[in-house]
T-cell receptor, first 117, second 111 residues
């Protein structure tokens, strides 16, 4: 149980275009999902917290107009990188937190490798 | 603010040898601490966690960690390394359901 999927696993896009990454909780409901960014050989940096039915909360320094987050259902959150540039190339990882129960663990998706050319 | 520091960005061990990964935390409140493992081009997998109670925590794949409040540490160990343990390991502290990660430690295992 507690499986989180991401789609696509890899994407290459041209500079100036937008790309959407999906994060799904497959066997549980998640009122809260988190989006992280990881540069090569570095740690994960939290970009934003996504709550179902409300606006995402962005961490300091993250451009909310560039990284659009939508959490339309209890099992799906999307991250859209708008007008992507080469410096946006990174590994994007989402996690989902189980809505019910006491543990409230975060379960991580497999990540999406974005390359902007 | 809560944070974690991982000492040593790279650890190399022989197969069968002890694995020791160091993590120190800074927290103004009792911390929830985690160790995750990441294989290349994959997401994170939870190895173990400390919330409350027993300070020696056993996780998956033979790993364990001990919470030492006096030393503000949460070091990860495995008695005998296996080739499959080669990966990136992250220590993390949770505050208000947000995870703050250490810089990570790369483990390589020599045959």
């Amino acid at each position: 149980g507690a499986v989180v999927s991401q789609h696509p696993s890899r994407v290459i896009c041209k500079s100036g275009t937008s790309v959407k990454i999906e994060c799904r909780s497959l066997d549980f409901q998640a009122t809260t999902m988190f989006w992280y960014r990881q540069f090569p050989k570095q740690s994960l940096m939290l970009m934003a917290t996504s709550n179902e039915g409300s606006k995402a909360t962005y961490e300091q320094g993250v451009e909310k107009d560039k990284f659009l987050i939508n959490h339309a259902s209890l099992t799906l959150s999307t991250l859209t990188v708008t007008s992507a540039h080469p410096e946006d190339s990174s590994f994007y990882i989402c996690s989902a937190r189980i809505s019910s129960g006491g543990a409230k663990e975060q379960y991580f998706g497999p990540g999406t490798r974005l390359t902007v050319t | 603010a809560q944070s974690v520091t991982q000492l040593g960005s790279h650890v190399s061990v022989s197969e069968g040898a002890l694995v020791l990964l160091r993590c120190n935390y800074s927290s103004s409140v009792p911390p929830y601490l985690f160790w995750y493992v990441q294989y290349p081009n994959q997401g994170l997998q939870l190895l173990l966690k400390y919330t409350t109670g027993a300070t020696l925590v056993k996780g998956i794949n033979g790993f364990e960690a001990e919470f030492k409040k006096s030393e503000t540490s949460f070091h990860l160990t495995k008695p005998s390394a296996h080739m499959s343990d080669a990966a990136e390991y992250f220590c993390a502290v949770r505050v208000d359901y947000k995870l703050s990660f250490g810089a990570g430690t790369t483990v390589t295992v020599r045959a």
